[in-house]
């Protein structure tokens, strides 16, 4: 049924559908609204489901771990520093092998305190073991959600479902939400690998020490290799019952005949289209590649998508590993090598809540196809308010707290528009 | 694709008001697209909403920069730096208001647009008698429906119903039909001047 909907509803809407048996959470924006709309769900009675309030994310994802461990399905939800308090769960979950499915509404980490959306909280747990799936639209989103738990109950591994905070999850966009009879017949009753069960006890989690470690890492590894084939499978599976395209590992839009490439993930995906239509209809061939799962990170799936036309690739990193740069762009370094590849500029875009704007999408693709782009940027950095206070620094020892000193220095205290 | 952006405080129902613009649209079968800009809704603080509506699938997801219409709930913001960044010459201003663009002192700001096409409601007033608060948004709606061809009063009256209900509904869409009228009178005064 087509509806005019807000993201977190629609994901709310979706997950339910999933009929998990254990909900657990503890309120950090912008994730919120999802599973407020879960818990009335609960409490009115129309979703016959566990669900805990819990004092922590810490404490959420580890209660989603014992309801997993024991054979429910369970859901949570988080963003920012909510992900990074539950970080050692985190790490749990993958190696305890739990399916278990969390939306992370990406935002930004402090310090300073931002809100705002960005990838940096999802990205920090890159290395984690758990499946990244990103989505572009909240139709997607509500999309992703449905397959994570088909995927992540088929491998044994647990997903994580990256939407952009406040883009996605508050904005109200048209998204045909499913009937549960059309859930029920794609996604079969989780059928658990390992119960925790009193009456067939056995340990999970237990000591494993350098006689067997790497291995079992190896196979975490494996797990992801493995999920590099179901992925686009579950998203065949889901065409199939559902009737649109959604999910899968990566996205290319126009990109067969385009001299310059922008990659990314994420709600950006749909501007950078938009930019793509208007530079094509002046004669500049782009094209647009979208990485929907960053984990497992599709090296042969990109290595299709790109032809020998594509020249350029400039990548959109929504994060910063400061100190090299790109995460994005080191990836696909990775999966290009030993091949003639595209030359590559990495760009730094849209942190904490920085519109990404189409005007400057089309500048920054005019300047890659002139060549005159650099191999690391920040798109519309105020380089003047950073020199500033780059002189600040050097003129005073105690020269104070720079993200104050720039604030001050900018003298506003509202949001810009773009 | 017609974009709309919304400014006003925290409190006021700004993101709910972009929401509904965009559940109107939807309900005449366009593609709508309603997001705020920032979501820690202190109350008091400017807050801005943004609407896109269009024949076709809406893929940005950037902010409205160049609205094609600005409706302003609260007039305090009127001299605030960027309020009217990106509107074109042939773009809709709704000023929540019982004051004259004059008495506002933006007889300046004003000319050179159609005159018919930047108008005053008294929304606030109007919300206080029809719904018994000063919530300006449902008005505001239903003067945006006089204001441009983009929506029916209808339409805003269907969002209305499927938001709130009961004396709510009934309030707001009182005060919807209101604006309306009151909008479209300013307008037929003008366009027949």
Not at chain 1, 44 to 54: C, M, P, Q, R, Y
Not at chain 1, 116 to 122: E, R, T, V
Not at chain 2, 151 to 177: H, K, Y
């Amino acid at each position: 049924m087509l509806k005019q909907i807000e993201g977190s509803q629609a994901v709310a809407a979706a997950v339910a559908m999933c009929r998990p048996e254990v909900i657990c959470a503890y309120p950090i924006t912008p994730q919120t609204h999802i599973v407020e709309a879960l818990s009335a769900m609960v409490k009115k009675g129309e979703l016959n489901a566990e669900f805990l309030n819990v004092e922590s994310e810490f404490a959420a994802l580890s209660v989603a771990i014992g309801a997993s461990a024991t054979g429910a399905r369970a859901y949570t939800a988080t963003a920012s520093q909510g992900l990074l308090y539950m970080c050692e769960a985190v790490y749990n979950t993958a190696g305890l092998g739990l399916p278990i499915v969390m939306t992370v509404a990406n935002r930004a980490i402090g310090a300073p305190i931002n809100i705002w959306n960005d990838h940096s909280d999802a990205m920090s747990q890159r290395d984690a073991g758990w499946l990244q799936l990103y989505a572009e639209t909240n139709q997607e989103a509500l999309d992703l959600h449905i397959q994570a738990f088909r995927i992540a109950e088929r491998l044994s591994v647990p997903v994580m479902v990256c939407m952009d905070g406040f883009l996605l999850t508050h904005a109200s966009e048209r998204a045909d939400l499913p009937d549960q009879a059309q859930v029920d017949a794609f996604l079969p009753r989780y059928d658990p690998r390992q119960v925790l069960d009193p009456a067939e006890p056995v340990s999970i989690g237990a000591m494993v020490g350098p006689e067997a470690f790497t291995e079992v890492r190896y196979l975490a590894h494996e797990r992801m290799q493995q999920a590099l084939q179901v992925i686009p499978a579950v998203a065949a599976e889901f065409a199939n019952g559902f009737g649109r395209d959604s999910g899968g590992l990566v996205r290319p839009y126009l990109t067969e005949d385009a001299e310059i490439v922008v990659v990314a993930l994420g709600s950006v995906l749909g501007t950078a289209k938009d930019t793509v239509d208007a530079l094509r209809a002046d004669g500049q061939k782009a094209g647009v590649l979208g990485i929907t799962s960053f984990r497992p990170f599709p090296d042969q799936a990109i290595r299709d998508a790109l032809t020998p036309v594509n020249r350029r690739l400039v990548v959109l990193e929504r994060a910063l590993s400061p100190g090299t740069g790109g995460i994005i762009a080191a990836d696909l370094r990775t999966a290009l090598a030993g091949r003639p590849a595209p030359a590559m500029s990495t760009v730094v875009a849209g942190l904490g809540g920085r519109a990404i704007t189409s005007k400057s999408l089309r500048g920054l693709i005019t300047k890659a196809a002139a060549g005159d782009l650099e191999p690391f940027s920040f798109l519309d950095l105020d380089t003047a308010l950073v020199d500033r206070e780059l002189a600040r620094m050097r003129e005073t020892r105690r020269s104070g707290p720079s993200a104050e000193n720039i604030l001050r220095d900018l003298g506003i205290t509202a949001s810009r528009i773009g | 694709m017609f974009q709309v952006r919304f400014h006003g405080r925290g409190g006021q129902g700004v993101v709910t008001a972009a929401e509904l613009l965009a559940e109107a649209a939807f309900s005449e079968g366009w593609h709508a697209q309603a997001f705020p800009s920032f979501g820690s809704e202190r109350m008091g603080a400017p807050v801005m909403s943004f609407c896109r509506i269009s024949d076709q699938p809406i893929r940005t997801h950037e902010p409205v920069t160049e609205p094609d219409a600005l409706i302003i709930q609260d007039p305090t913001l009127l001299h605030q730096a960027d309020l009217f960044a990106g509107l074109g010459r042939e773009g809709y201003m709704l000023v929540n208001s019982a004051s004259s663009f004059g008495e506002l002192g933006l007889d300046e700001f004003v000319t050179g647009f159609h005159p018919y096409r930047l108008l005053v409601v008294p929304a606030s007033e109007l919300a206080r008698t029809h719904l018994g608060r000063p919530l300006p948004g449902a008005p505001m709606l239903g003067g945006f429906a006089a204001l441009t061809p983009m929506v029916s009063l209808d339409s805003v009256v269907v969002a209305i119903n499927s938001r709130f209900t009961g004396q709510v509904a009934e309030g707001n869409a009182a005060a919807a039909r209101a604006a309306f009228d009151f909008v479209a009178d300013e307008r037929k005064a003008l366009t027949d001047a």
